[in-house]
C-alpha cells in the first residue's frame, strides 16, 4: 500500500506542474504576441505602391484610397497615399496629414522620415485616423501632404465627416 500512495503523489505534483508549464507557456506567448505586433503595425504603414487600393500613375502621382471617410466617435479607420515618382532622379519623399480645427481626431503620421522614391516608382503609406470620445459631430477638412525636403510637392483635399 504504501508504494501506491507514493506513486499517487508524484502523480498529482506532475499534473500541477504541468499545468503551470502550460499556464507559463500561455502567458509567455502573449507577452511576445503583444511586444512583436505593434512592431508589426509600424512596419506596414509604409508599403510598396502596388499594394495600394488606388495606384497613383503618370497622370495621378498623388492618390488617396478614399476622399470622404465616414466615422463614428471612438473609431479608427485607415487612408491609404500613394505617390509615383514622375521625375528622372530619386526623391526623398515624407507624408504629412493633418486635419485643421479637428479636436478629438488623431492621425498616427509614418512618414516623419523620408523615404526613398525611384524614377518612375510608387510608394505608398498607410494612415491611421483615429476619433475620441469627445469628437464633435462635424466635417473636418483635411490634408495629406508629400513634401520633398521643404517644398511641398504634391497635396490632395479630403474630408472626415464624424456622426
Do not use: H
Amino acid at each position: 500500500m504504501r508504494g501506491k500512495k507514493g506513486a499517487l503523489d508524484v502523480s498529482i505534483n506532475s499534473i500541477v506542474v504541468i499545468i503551470f508549464a502550460i499556464i507559463m507557456l500561455g502567458m509567455g506567448i502573449a507577452f511576445i504576441r503583444g511586444m512583436f505586433g505593434g512592431i508589426g503595425g509600424q512596419v506596414n504603414d509604409i508599403i510598396k505602391g502596388s499594394q495600394l487600393e488606388k495606384v497613383p500613375t503618370i497622370d495621378n502621382p498623388f492618390t488617396l484610397s478614399t476622399m470622404q471617410l465616414d466615422m463614428a466617435r471612438k473609431e479608427t479607420k485607415v487612408l491609404e497615399v500613394g505617390y509615383y515618382n514622375s521625375e528622372n532622379a530619386p526623391k526623398q519623399i515624407t507624408l504629412d496629414v493633418s486635419c485643421s480645427s479637428a479636436t478629438g481626431i488623431s492621425i498616427k503620421n509614418p512618414g516623419t522620415a523620408a523615404r526613398t522614391v525611384a524614377p518612375s516608382d510608387t510608394i505608398g503609406w498607410r494612415v491611421s485616423i483615429t476619433t475620441a470620445s469627445t469628437t464633435v459631430s462635424d466635417t473636418y477638412s483635411c490634408t495629406a501632404k508629400a513634401k520633398e525636403a521643404t517644398a511641398e510637392k504634391k497635396y490632395q483635399d479630403f474630408f472626415i465627416t464624424v456622426s
